[in-house]
């Protein structure tokens, strides 16, 4: 997918129910929880090469942070790197929750190939604010897609994490089919440390799904095999461009 990323912080803000990326917080020294620090790579900018063969390269802004958090409002961090990483002229990917990457556009339409994409779990706000605490409501998101569209840079929606029987998908592609250019599309991951917060959270907000969700990990239910089946169906009948990042 890339050859290089850069994460220009260490943590993320928004405080994701599914974040997979929590196991960074052993090589961070903080004792809070994951989503309440956040370390500033402050000259992260200064350490983009000033030179080299970096021409079809691809970087990916990122992997286990969100470069558009609301503390680079502040920092500017993510736009100084990007305003470095022009002259080398690289293959630029972006994925973010938030409507700030639009600050950016001046930069990024002078990247000779970008994208631009943003997470969705849900189009359904009160769920949203249960899964991704501080992250940009639904109508930002969706606000940003369709203007990133009518700029001329391709865009991508990440259908992502699909929660089990609570992820309409479907209706997030209806939504969005007229300002998107492609589909990505990744299972709920309870790998590690991930699988205690979204037990506990079905159990108090979905207790009926409790048993189909442990059956689902645990035991032999063949839930996410039917429905890739079923996205690969859905998604060559309508003519889609889409990929499926599915974890078994």
């Given amino acids: 997918m890339a050859d290089f990323v ?4 260490v943590g993320c803000s928004h405080g994701c129910l599914y974040c997979y990326a929590r196991f960074m917080k052993r090589f961070t020294g903080h ?16 350490l983009v090469p000033k030179r080299g063969s970096y021409q079809g390269k691809r970087i990916f802004l990122s992997s286990v942070t969100d470069p558009y958090l609301p503390q680079e409002r502040e920092y500017k961090l993510t736009r100084r790197i990007l305003d470095n990483l022009v002259p080398l002229e690289p293959s630029l990917n972006i994925l973010t929750k938030s409507d700030l990457v639009l600050r950016d556009l001046d930069l990024i339409k002078q990247f000779p190939e970008r994208e631009i994409g943003f997470s969705f779990s849900t189009l359904e706000e009160n769920l949203r604010r249960q899964l991704e605490r501080r992250a940009n409501p639904v109508k930002k998101r969706l606000d940003a897609l369709r203007m990133v569209h009518r700029r001329g840079v ?3 929606l ?11 998908w479907k209706a997030i592609i209806r939504r969005t089919r007229n300002f998107v250019d492609y589909y990505l ?3 709920l991951n309870v790998a590690g440390s991930v699988w205690g917060p979204v037990k506990r959270w079905i159990e108090l907000e979905h ?3 409790a048993e189909a969700y442990h059956d689902i ?7 996410w095999e039917e429905l890739e089946g079923e996205i690969m169906d859905y998604g060559h009948d309508e003519g889609l461009e889409f990929q499926i990042y599915f974890h078994h």
């Avoid at 956040?38 to 000259?43: A, E, H, R, S, W």
């Avoid at 990440?158 to 309409?168: C, E, G, N």
């Fill in 207 to 209: 207790p009926h799904l």
């Fill in 217 to 223: 990990y645990f035991g032999d239910s063949p839930y």
């Fill in 31 to 46: 004792r809070e929880g994951w989503g309440e620090f956040l370390d500033v790579k402050v000259n992260a900018d200064t």
């Fill in 158 to 168: 990440f259908i992502s994490p699909i929660f089990p029987f609570l992820t309409d």
């Fill in 154 to 156: 391709r865009n991508y």
């Fill in 6 to 9: 850069i994460n220009p912080y």
């Fill in 185 to 187: 599309f990744e299972n």
